[in-house]
């Protein structure tokens, strides 16, 4: 174990976080996401939110500044009454590591899931809401 890093971040996702370069991206998926099918490199974080994923990653993990939008979202299939209510959650989360956040990308289903195919990873959460599925967009790390 070490000091200051969240639990919830095993080894295995502390690795790739690490591995990953600049314009790299990863996709935090809900239970329902096809995330084995889709993935390259599949890791597990079973028993975990998406949204307790994502504060404990923001902490380290620097988002793209180069690009319009450094997190995207899965849209909502046109017709489902859903409205997802954890989207604000994840505004929240990202409001208190992100300055300046110029918001979200909302991505088609199926392009979302061929995104996903070329990410560098997939975490796989027990999350139980609906489109509830984020893509995170490395940035650098300036000094």
């Given at each position: 174990m070490l000091m200051g890093i969240p639990p919830i971040l095993g080894p295995e996702l502390m690795k790739v976080l690490l591995e990953m370069g600049h314009g790299d991206e990863i996709v935090l998926a809900d239970g329902n996401f096809p995330a084995a099918s889709c993935s390259m490199r599949l890791i597990r974080c079973d028993g975990h939110g998406v949204t307790e994923l994502l504060d404990a990653i923001l902490k380290f993990f620097p988002l793209d500044n180069y690009s319009e939008h450094a997190i995207s979202l899965m849209k909502v299939v046109e017709g489902d009454p859903v409205k997802p209510d954890i989207w604000d959650t994840f505004r929240k989360t990202i409001?208190?590591?992100?300055?300046?956040?110029?918001?979200?990308?909302?991505?088609?289903?199926?392009?979302?899931?061929?995104?996903?195919?070329?990410?560098?990873?997939?975490?796989?959460?027990?999350?139980?809401?609906?489109?509830a599925n984020i893509i995170l967009k490395k940035g650098v790390v300036a000094q």
């Open positions: 409001d208190k590591h992100v300055k300046d956040f110029n918001g979200f990308e909302f991505v088609d289903r199926f392009d979302f899931y061929d995104r996903s195919k070329n990410a560098y990873a997939i975490v796989a959460t027990s999350e139980s809401a609906l489109y």
